[in-house]
């Protein structure tokens, strides 16, 4: 076993105090996100004020959606998985350097009703502590990373995001939303719950797109008596794939590419995907193995989403839950702080800085 040296937090809880910061003011962060589709460690360097920079990631598809029994409880053997993969996610987290480790679960384990036992279990076989996210929780990290990416000038922002268990809505002006819902209307969810057939028969279609707006509607009326949102934004890998299938660039041309999702493209291809088996989606640009079977049921949300909230085009965002984290981590650290200038603020000339009205150019009053 690797010598384990960050240690294990829940998530948004400092664990490390503002003095943990490396060199050049860089940290390592990792954080362990507990999905209903994948389990996934992603690694950043990053420091307060700076953009995270990918380091390394690990992760492994885990629906633990199919691991649910009678009961609605997760089986012996997805716990077995679970501890198996943090075990490994805490050894990678060790072997490059982490100082500080988020952990957290989402729908998956949230509405499992042996939830609780099994974060006590994987707590008591890892040393692990995660971290359970409320579907408010998570809709508010999520936006509050979008913020961060498009800035105050996007206005109003309407975020949402297509789970495996469940689907988040968060809008708002500020930085963190003004109302932020989950609804059980996640692909993986769906799927298992709607469309055994494969492909689909054509009764199941229907009643899946009535039941989702019938779902939808309620939550749409509360938005619509807040203010309008001026962008609409996609951040689950649920919209990443829609938008691939529609034509946007692929993952490879990198983050800041301009990717968008049309309704009336997504509105063609929902109709197309009613029509393939999950073998045929394959085919299709940006869709793995793990998505081709709730690739449809996926499609008919945003749809009846962007439907519903009269929305055209949706832009995908390519920060989300994980980004959020990270990013309200490091503003801990800020607050948590000296709120000094920067190292290379105070190393400039005390001449140059006076000329420029920086505070920094003081001289400390001698004792």
């Not at 469940?166 to 809008?171: I, V």
């Not at 394959?282 to 962007?306: C, I, K, M, N, Y």
Request: include cysteine; aromatic fraction near 6%.
């Amino acid at each position: 076993m690797v010598a384990r040296r960050i240690s294990p937090t829940a998530a948004g809880v400092r664990s490390n105090s503002p003095e943990g910061l490396r060199h050049n003011g860089n940290m390592r962060l990792g954080v362990l996100d507990i999905g209903s589709n994948t389990v996934h460690l992603l690694l950043v360097d990053a420091h307060p004020g700076g953009q995270p920079i990918p380091f390394a990631s690990h992760k492994r598809p885990l629906s633990l959606v199919q691991y649910l029994d009678d009961d609605g409880a997760i089986t012996e053997a997805g716990q077995r998985e679970l501890v198996e993969f943090v075990l490994e996610a805490w050894e990678f987290a060790a072997k490059h350097r982490v100082e500080d480790l988020l952990a957290f679960c989402t729908s998956a384990i949230r509405e499992a009703s042996n939830g609780a036992q099994v974060l006590a279990r994987v707590q008591q076989e890892t040393t692990v502590q995660m971290r359970e996210l409320t579907g408010a929780e998570e809709a508010a990290m999520t936006f509050f990373a979008v913020r961060r990416w498009y800035g105050w000038g996007a206005g109003t922002i309407l975020d949402l995001d297509i789970g495996g268990g469940s689907f988040e809505l968060a809008l708002g002006a500020d930085e963190l939303p003004s109302k932020a819902v989950s609804v059980p209307l996640g692909a993986q969810r769906l799927t298992r719950d709607w469309l055994q057939e494969d492909p689909p028969s054509a009764k199941s279609v229907k009643d899946l797109r009535k039941y989702i707006r019938s779902t939808l509607k309620p939550h749409v009326k509360e938005f619509s008596a807040l203010a309008a949102p001026t962008l609409i934004t996609g951040t689950s890998k649920t919209f990443r794939s829609l938008a691939r299938v529609t034509g946007a660039a692929p993952s490879a041309m990198g983050p800041f590419v301009r990717r968008e999702l049309h309704a009336i493209d997504l509105g063609l291809w929902t109709q197309r995907l009613t029509a393939m088996s999950a073998a045929d989606r394959l085919h299709l640009p940006g869709v793995s193995e793990a998505r081709a079977t709730q690739l449809l049921a996926g499609a008919l949300v945003a749809e009846a989403a962007l439907e519903l909230f009269k929305g055209e085009t949706l832009q995908i965002c390519p920060w989300a839950l994980r980004e959020g984290l990270i990013l309200r981590r490091l503003d801990q650290l800020v607050f948590d702080g000296p709120l000094d200038p920067p190292r290379h603020v105070t190393a400039r000339p005390a001449a140059e800085l006076a000329a420029i009205g920086s505070p920094a150019a003081v001289e400390p009053v001698a004792k």
